[in-house]
């Protein structure tokens, strides 16, 4: 009997210790919100041994040290090569208005890219049309293709680049294809990958899940490549929320149709793009393209500046919401965002409130059914604050709205891949394109009124009608945010 309370009393005080030292390293760890650390100090007090293995699996932005290694010496080395599009005094004739520099300077402090002018953009009309006219590239590139996406299906819009790519690599182009390893895992798997391979496509699966029971060893299993790139003889890039798939988005039909939103970019823009390509390639596959990035090309004397701005868990974690802050606190008239996925830290949260308290006609619109039943709720218990603060908040019923826009006073754009949540922030690989072009910013306000056409105008009374468990029910999962 004594040996049975000596060994339970042992087993107790370990148990507690092995508690505290999950407490202190989620104290200890550097780069996060007082709101993670609460929150998981709470799952790990409230559920010890479930919190403990969940934290071990998902509580640290970890990508594994060698290849967080692999990355810095990556954007070190690269971020070192001059743009061909670069002029002597770093601005690539880009002409922004001195109300708008601050916007391209913080830009700047992500990847050390310069805004450069000289850009010209088109507005894809739908998810179809983006991929004809990528097609179109492709069976007209010359030199090279380098493509990148997070979810490529092997449905009829995915098989129709692999046909493409296949056409351009037996002619002699040299074609590059990246897919991240779970978000196209279908097609990776799939005859069509290894069908591009024999054709002389060279392939790469980004952040390889390997072995899913050592694969916690090596990093997160949830930190992916979420960038859509394409890139065709350093001369054209497309940007925007689209994956390569039909908008019918087969794996998650009943959402559908898919709704996204990309702009085919020409001008020196194009390099900054090329870069992130690089850097993701590179950190794949053995193999050393610094010499595409320095190749010259014309900047053109007429065009807008732009700016990319790519993110992810290797780059400061405060990098995208610091741009999505700065640029609602800098809207004076007008200020309407598309995302997805909304669950914002409290900064972000508090700076669109503000936006539309200092006068701002401030509008937001979100799918009204979303994919992610935890997202979607978490993002309805931010409504009633944003309703009060007198922001527009939308729901789209014409299909899944996945299109990520902002524009700013009908002049300044960003568009691209990042979400207005903790995973884009925090866990993914992100790309966007952030310009200044009072035109095509307009065009884009037309596509953003098309989309509120189609939605319902949510209201305060409507959301403070919710009944005691539904609000339970949002906050509750809302208050998981810092863990999700």
Same mark, same amino acid.
């Given at each position: 009997m004594n040996n049975v309370l000596i060994t339970t009393?042992?087993?107790t005080i370990a148990h507690f210790l092995l508690q505290v030292a999950f407490v202190v390293r989620v104290i200890l760890r550097p780069h996060r919100q007082p709101a993670s650390r609460i929150a998981w100090i709470v799952v790990i007090i409230a559920? +010890? *041994? *479930?919190?403990? &293995?969940?934290?071990?699996?998902?509580?640290?932005?970890?990508?594994?040290?060698?290849?967080?290694d692999r990355m810095k010496k990556l954007v070190a080395r690269l971020s070192s090569i001059p743009l061909g599009t670069e002029d002597p005094d770093g601005r690539g004739g880009a002409d922004v208005p001195p109300h708008y520099a601050h916007l391209f300077q913080a830009g700047k402090s992500v990847n050390g890219f310069n805004v450069v002018g000289g850009n010209r953009a088109t507005l894809m /009309?739908? %998810?179809?049309?983006? &991929?004809? %006219?990528? &097609?179109?590239?492709?069976?007209?590139?010359?030199?090279?293709?380098?493509?990148m996406f997070y979810i490529w299906l092997p449905d009829n819009n995915g098989c129709k680049v692999v046909e493409a790519l296949k056409r351009a690599a037996q002619r002699g182009v040299t074609c590059r294809a990246m897919a991240d390893d779970l978000g196209s895992r279908t097609m990776i798997a799939s005859q069509h990958w290894q069908a591009m391979k024999s054709a002389g496509v060279h392939l790469a699966a980004t952040l390889p899940l390997g072995n899913l029971l050592l694969r916690p060893l090596h990093g997160r299993i949830d930190l992916r490549n979420h960038r859509k790139i394409a890139v065709i003889d350093n001369k054209i890039t497309y940007c925007g929320s689209q994956n390569c798939a039909d908008p019918e988005f087969l794996v998650k039909a009943k959402y559908a149709p898919w709704v996204d939103v990309m702009m085919r970019f020409e001008g020196p823009i194009v390099q900054q793009n090329?870069?992130?390509?690089?850097?993701?390639?590179?950190?794949? *596959? $053995? /193999?050393?393209? !610094? $010499?595409?990035?320095?190749? +010259?090309?014309?900047? +053109?004397?007429t065009g807008f500046p732009a700016q990319v701005i790519g993110t992810g868990p290797t780059i400061r974690t405060s990098a995208m919401p610091e741009i999505f802050e700065l640029l609602m606190y800098s809207a004076r008239r007008e200020l309407v965002i598309t995302t997805p996925y909304y669950i914002p830290d409290e900064p972000m949260q508090t700076a669109l409130c503000a936006s539309a308290r200092r006068g701002v006609e401030t509008s937001i619109v979100f799918p009204a059914r979303n994919d992610s039943w935890i997202v979607g709720t978490a993002s309805r218990s931010y409504y009633e604050d944003l309703l009060a603060a007198g922001v527009n908040v939308y729901e789209f019923e014409g299909g899944l709205l996945h299109a990520k826009t902002l524009t700013l006073d009908?002049?300044?754009?960003?568009?691209?891949?990042?979400?207005?949540?903790?995973?884009?922030?925090?866990?993914?690989?992100?790309?966007?394109?952030?310009?200044?072009?009072?035109?095509?910013?307009?065009?884009?306000?037309?596509?953003?009124d098309d989309y509120i056409s189609q939605s319902s105008? *949510? !209201?305060?009374?409507?959301?403070?009608?919710?009944s005691w468990r539904r609000r339970l029910i949002d906050n509750t999962v809302a208050m998981l945010g810092p863990v999700l």
């Open positions: 009393g042992l087993l559920a +010890p *041994v *479930v919190g403990m &293995i969940v934290y071990l699996l998902l509580g640290e932005t970890n990508v594994g040290r060698s290849r967080v /009309e739908d %998810s179809n049309s983006t &991929i004809e %006219s990528l &097609i179109a590239d492709i069976d007209a590139a010359a030199l090279h293709v380098h493509l090329q870069v992130l390509f690089a850097s993701d390639w590179m950190s794949e *596959v $053995d /193999e050393d393209l !610094s $010499d595409l990035l320095r190749e +010259p090309q014309d900047v +053109p004397t009908r002049e300044v754009t960003l568009i691209g891949s990042a979400n207005m949540d903790r995973r884009s922030f925090e866990l993914n690989y992100e790309n966007n394109i952030l310009f200044y072009d009072p035109t095509l910013t307009t065009e884009m306000r037309q596509r953003q105008l *949510v !209201s305060l009374e409507s959301i403070a009608a919710r």
